[in-house]
């Protein structure tokens, strides 16, 4: 799933496959790390790591100017004047990630200053967006930096290229949760879960913007509620069965999701305000550093119910069990301390997040992610159908003979 290629430079992790969302590493300590902006992770269906290029050739090319050291140097300084920067010379441009029909994400190596200090070497990411979605984030980032708790750290984008429809981005130092997960000594994954429990508590307060003094201003955030993801559930269904899973787990699979999107209609008559989401919450988009936890990718962050984020993690928590194979189940205790952490400052309805955490489990057992890699099984459809009955276990009691 993810590649290093060993350099005079620091090491450079990148995953092998472009249909996951993923994170790309700039190591320069065994335990810290420059990490992409917004950059997204790869699901951590497959962590092995092997040998290989960057993912794009980053030969300039005639008419992509964003791949040209030279060219580039004058999109970034366009970009970045606003927020004092000077560039000097962009050295080197590696082409790390493409989102098909969304955007391309850009590493660029500058040589550049800020007013008053030293010239010196810095890292950007560029997301280079088929629309305008871009110049969307660039207040929606602003806006979430500065409601955000101290606690929560959200990037501060350096500027954004109308021309080139490129949002310019800092790198993050930290550790991702990925890598905390992998700590072999429990008590210390369970303090950093409560850690973002309390984090995420603070994260899911944030409340819609006010008016702003100019409309340009004021950030845009969609609504994924309820509705929005029995939809989007449907989908998974359908994309599932269409891939020719076995007949028994296309059974489970039909009356499971039914269940589930009748869950997600009833809301049991409590009423509450939507809560801040990220949407996309897995361990590669979660970084652990001493001043706080910082959330990347904030691309799909909208208004809903907080138990989608906390059920997409709790989801990542389930595979990592299935990919280690056998042995003892870590995902119930981690969950727990996730949600300890949570309750301390948030408030969580027990039956949505059972719902919410099925539904990221069927998202993971899509057939296009269980090709690429899989968890302790090369066959994607025994993965899909293990992935089907963790997120439906209770669907196996009536559609069994």
């Known amino acids: 799933m993810a590649a290093f290629i060993l350099v005079a430079r620091p090491l450079l992790f990148q995953p092998k496959c472009d ?16 990490i992409a902006i917004g950059a997204d992770m790869m699901s951590h269906i497959d962590t092995r790591y092997e040998p290989r290029d960057i993912l794009a050739s980053t030969e300039p090319r005639r008419g992509d100017p964003l791949r040209d050291p030279i060219r580039s140097a004058r999109v970034l300084q366009n970009a970045s004047t606003d927020a004092g920067w000077l560039v000097h ?56 930096r500065a409601a955000a708790a101290p606690e929560i750290r959200v990037p501060l984008p350096i500027g954004y290229s109308r021309d080139q429809r490129l949002l310019l ?56 509620d309820a509705a929005s993801e029995a939809l989007a559930l449907e989908d998974v269904e359908k994309r599932i069965l269409g891939a020719g899973i076995d007949a028994k787990t296309a059974d489970r699979l039909r009356e499971g999701a039914a269940s589930l999107r009748a869950e997600l209609a009833d809301d049991g008559g409590v009423s509450r305000s939507p809560s801040m989401v990220h949407r996309q919450l897995h361990p590669g988009h979660v970084i652990f550093s001493a001043e706080g936890i910082s959330m990347i990718d904030l691309d799909e962050a909208a208004f809903g119910e907080p138990e989608h984020d906390l059920g997409t993690l709790i989801a990542h928590m389930i595979l990592g069990d299935l990919r280690r194979g056998g042995g003892a189940r870590l995902a119930p205790a981690r969950a727990d301390a996730l949600r300890a952490g949570y ?59």
Not at 109 to 116: L, P, Q
């Open 169 to 224: 981005l800092p790198a993050v130092e930290g550790r991702p949760l990925s890598g905390v997960l992998e700590d072999p000594i429990e008590s210390r994954v369970a303090a950093s879960l409560k850690r973002l429990g309390r984090a995420l508590a603070s994260f899911h307060a944030i409340r819609q913007p006010g008016p702003s003094a100019r409309s340009s201003e004021r950030p845009s955030f969609g609504r994924w």
């Open 343 to 401: 309750l301390g400052g948030g408030v969580l309805r027990p039956n949505r997040l059972a719902v919410y955490t099925s539904a990221a489990l069927l998202r993971l057992a899509l057939p296009e992610k269980t090709k690429n890699g899989g968890v302790a099984a090369p066959d994607w459809s025994r993965l899909t159908a293990v992935l089907v009955e963790e997120a439906l276990p209770d669907a196996a009691l009536t559609s069994a003979p």
């Open 89 to 144: 010379e962009v050295r080197a441009v590696d082409a790390v990630n493409e989102r098909a029909e969304k955007r391309q994400t850009f590493r660029f190596h500058v040589r550049a200053r800020r007013a008053g200090a030293p010239l010196g070497d810095v890292t950007w990411y560029g997301h280079h967006y088929r629309a305008g979605e871009g110049e969307r984030l660039l207040p929606v980032l602003r806006f979430l």
């Open 19 to 34: 249909d996951f969302p993923f994170t790309t590493f700039d190591f320069t300590e065994p335990r810290l790390g420059s």
